[in-house]
């Protein structure tokens, strides 16, 4: 017999949400579903909660809240509906839960996770911009409220799988000289500058190898993804910008490996499918099924490696230049980079605007140490007006 885990999912109507749902129905006895949360999509949360019945659903935006209960109400659900950012952050500390997924896109994503954190859950992190935004912070938090953390995000689950199970001090206290982290290079990986100037939104949310959300797969195409695992791993992981490399395997195969001071090198494979990470992570330590096929090495038959290139992806380097500033710098870059990417998804700026508005907010912005929260926030919201301003006038 197993014990029942209470799962909280934010951000279940996401793709990373819904991949979760998925695997949850997969496994009806060990867990079930608490408590889901959505910003407005109100008939997508109303057929999740029709069919795992949570004690709680909330929605951030308030009239969609309205609109989900009158439509629950008819039905005789027995769910609860909440509204707003605390609703959030209730459904992340309530005592009855054991799992909290966080899987909101974007610095919204934060205090929801906080609150999981600083009250001891079992945080699955899918949301990669809250260690982005307040590394030093939310480690500390995860420490502090005796939480658990298992990263979701494939490159940090597989380095997970690969590193020592024991708790590190650094990476030299585990025999481990450095961690490379694959990259698929997303849809133009192959593109000059000059087609990347002409890059569409079409093109751009066209991901070679996996499905995911808006935000994430144009993050994908400029490859600042790949600047934000970096400092997603740096905080997980305890690593120096010098001790992260990031390796472009166009395949998406291996899904980033440890390399140990005798030269060993391991990896973690599988099919590009989120489910596994997120199995893993349930499931840690044990293995559950999860959906996913057999990887068909034959049918793959290769795999290729390419170092990034700097000049094409500016927005690679410029996630290493804030993580070597430090401070509020990769809160900011997050920022600008969150405004550029609205505005190139609502067709307002070009494809290579992107980079250049975060490395002209990055460059006027005052850098200070992270010390609170409310220092990262205050930075986060100077950059969003930062980039705003940016696009009015260009
Ligand atoms: P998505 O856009 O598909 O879903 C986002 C979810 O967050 C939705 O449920 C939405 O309702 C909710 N949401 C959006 N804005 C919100 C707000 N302001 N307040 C509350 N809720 C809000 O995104 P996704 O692709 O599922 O990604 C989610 C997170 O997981 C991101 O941080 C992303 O970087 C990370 N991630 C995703 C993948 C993937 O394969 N999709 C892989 C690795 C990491
Ligand atoms: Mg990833």
């Given at each position: 017999m197993f014990k029942l885990q209470n799962v909280t999912i934010?951000?279940?109507?996401g793709t990373i949400g819904q991949q979760t749902l998925d695997v949850i129905a997969r496994h009806p006895e060990r867990f079930r579903a608490f408590a889901l949360s959505a910003y407005s999509k109100v008939d997508a949360l109303f057929e999740q909660c029709k069919q795992f019945e949570p004690v709680f659903a909330v929605m951030l935006d308030a009239d969609a809240a309205e609109s989900l209960r009158i439509k629950l109400q008819a039905i005789a659900s027995p769910t609860q509906v909440l509204s707003g950012l605390s609703a959030l952050e209730e459904i992340s500390a309530?005592?009855?839960?054991?799992?909290?997924?966080?899987?909101?896109?974007?610095?919204?994503?934060?205090k929801p996770a906080m609150a999981a954190a600083r009250a001891g859950k079992r945080i699955l992190l899918a949301n990669k911009e809250t260690l982005v935004m307040s590394g030093n912070l939310f480690m500390q938090a995860v420490e502090q409220g005796g939480a658990t953390l298992l990263p979701i995000d494939s490159e940090h689950n597989a380095i997970y799988q690969v590193m020592p199970a024991r708790k590190l001090e650094n990476l030299a206290d585990g025999g481990v000289r450095r961690i490379l982290l694959t990259a698929?290079?997303?849809?133009?990986?192959?593109?000059s500058l000059d087609e990347l100037k002409a890059v569409t939104l079409a093109q751009a949310l066209k991901h070679p190898n996996w499905a995911m959300g808006p935000k994430i797969t144009i993050d994908s195409a400029t490859m600042m993804n790949k600047g934000l695992e970096v400092i997603e791993a740096r905080w997980l992981f305890n690593a120096t910008a010098e001790q992260i490399e990031v390796v472009v395997h166009?395949?998406?195969?291996?899904h980033s490996m440890v390399e140990y001071i005798d030269g060993s090198v391991l990896a973690q494979l599988g099919n590009p499918d989120m489910r596994t990470p997120i199995a893993f992570s349930l499931g840690h330590p044990e293995r559950l099924e999860s959906g996913v096929s057999s990887l068909d090495l034959f049918k793959i038959a290769r795999l290729d490696f390419e170092t990034p290139d700097l000049v094409r992806f500016p927005c690679l380097r410029l996630a290493f230049d804030a993580l070597k500033l430090g401070g509020t710098a990769p809160a900011i870059l997050n920022a600008a980079n969150e405004i550029a990417v609205a505005a190139f998804l609502a067709q307002?700026?070009?494809?290579?605007e992107i980079p250049q508005i975060i490395e002209s907010v990055l460059s006027h912005s005052k850098i200070v140490e992270v010390s609170s929260l409310e220092l990262v926030i205050q930075a986060d919201e100077a950059a969003r007006l930062a980039a705003a301003d940016w696009i009015a006038q260009h």
């Open positions: 934010l951000g279940a109507t309530h005592p009855e839960v054991d799992t909290v997924m966080a899987a909101i896109v974007g610095a919204a994503g934060l698929s290079g997303g849809p133009f990986r192959k593109a166009p395949q998406s195969v291996i307002k700026i070009q494809f290579l």
